[in-house]
């Protein structure tokens, strides 16, 4: 937008675009008219009036209308994934809150009556499960040790399940990463939870980018050991396990130091939801997909528009 332009755009495909972006995030992602007038440089009062215009422009009824080229379904049949959601535009990218509120929106759409459900440890899965009703017909567990952050302080490590009303609940009492993580997972309360990840129905997972900047894992191992996994083909991270380009996990010193349910338990899940964003995760979550661990796939814009870039590249040779 140039200093001449007027703001709200007149011209009709700018206008367009500008009401789908308000619309979508107000009325789908929750947004408030406030907090969309501070994002898109507007008053709340024209945001207010934009809302209105995209209602009686028949813009939005039931769903949002967006254009053709935004289709998620397209891309997630390119992907490989059954379904695709993305959360935010490429104006405005989605805030956690709002993956959030995606992924417990999600969850809700495919967990039935006595199903299992499992929930892996991220900031924003930690977001998803405050968003999610009572489950008073479903077992969950969590499904991987939890990390504390600077966000956290000097405050214990947060407790994924503490607050998720359930006919019952397994967390899972250890950190993520830890110093000889095969003997901690032997106790009682450890082995038990991850035991009962072998019956999950559905799981919902983080996928991250094995990167200093990217994995909270990378920084609780030694640099070393982070750097071998690197050597040796580490894209991704799911529940701390690493995979390459191929989605096989790594048999690496990383794999040692992890408390969580094992890429296979993962893998045997009826249904795996996963949440991404940034668009240097996009390898990551490709990996993903081809090791099986993604059948839905929540992200924001960024993430989705570089997924397109790689998928009109050559896979990594020795792709299926």
């Known amino acids: 937008m140039t200093t001449s332009s ?11 675009r500008l009401l789908a972006d308000l619309a979508r995030a107000h009325f789908v992602e929750g947004v408030s008219k406030v907090a969309l007038g501070k994002k898109s440089n507007l008053s709340r009062f024209q945001v207010a009036a934009l809302l209105q215009e995209a209602q009686d422009t028949g813009m939005v009824r039931i ?4 254009p053709p080229e935004d289709s998620d379904a397209t891309l997630a049949r390119a992907v490989g994934v059954q ?12 805030e956690r809150d709002a993956l959030a509120r995606a992924v417990a929106r999600d969850i809700m759409q495919v967990l039935r009556n006595e199903d299992v459900l499992g929930i892996s440890w991220s900031r924003t899965l930690q977001l998803a499960v405050q968003h999610l009703p009572a489950l008073p017909h479903n077992d969950v567990i969590q499904l991987a040790g939890a990390l504390s952050t600077e966000e ?16 019952t609940a397994w967390p899972l009492w250890a950190p993520l990463v830890v110093e000889q ?3 901690l997972k032997k106790s009682v309360e450890i082995e038990v939870t991850l035991r009962r990840a072998s019956s999950l129905d559905v799981a919902v997972l983080a996928v991250g980018r094995w990167a200093p900047d990217s994995s909270t894992v990378w920084s609780r191992v030694s640099e070393d050991a982070a750097r071998a996994a690197q050597r040796a083909g580490a894209v991704a991270e799911i529940s701390g396990h690493l995979l390459d380009a191929h989605g096989r996990e790594l048999d690496t010193p990383v794999a040692g130091m992890i408390v969580a ?10 249904r795996k939801i996963a949440v991404a964003s940034g668009a240097d995760r996009a390898p990551a979550v490709l990996a993903a997909v081809r090791g099986g661990l993604v059948d839905h796939l929540v992200c924001d814009a960024e993430l989705r528009d570089e997924l397109r870039v790689l998928l009109d590249q050559p896979a990594p040779p020795g792709t299926p």
């Open 152 to 167: 956290d302080g000097e405050r214990e490590a947060p407790r994924l399940l503490a607050n998720l009303h359930s006919r």
């Open 181 to 183: 993580a095969e003997s």
């Open 63 to 66: 769903e949002i209308a967006l």
């Open 83 to 94: 379904r695709l959601v993305t959360v935010g535009t490429s104006q405005w990218n989605a």
């Open 6 to 16: 007027p703001w709200p755009p007149t011209d009709p495909e700018q206008r367009h």
């Open 261 to 270: 349910a094992g890429v296979e338990q993962l893998r045997a899940a009826r």
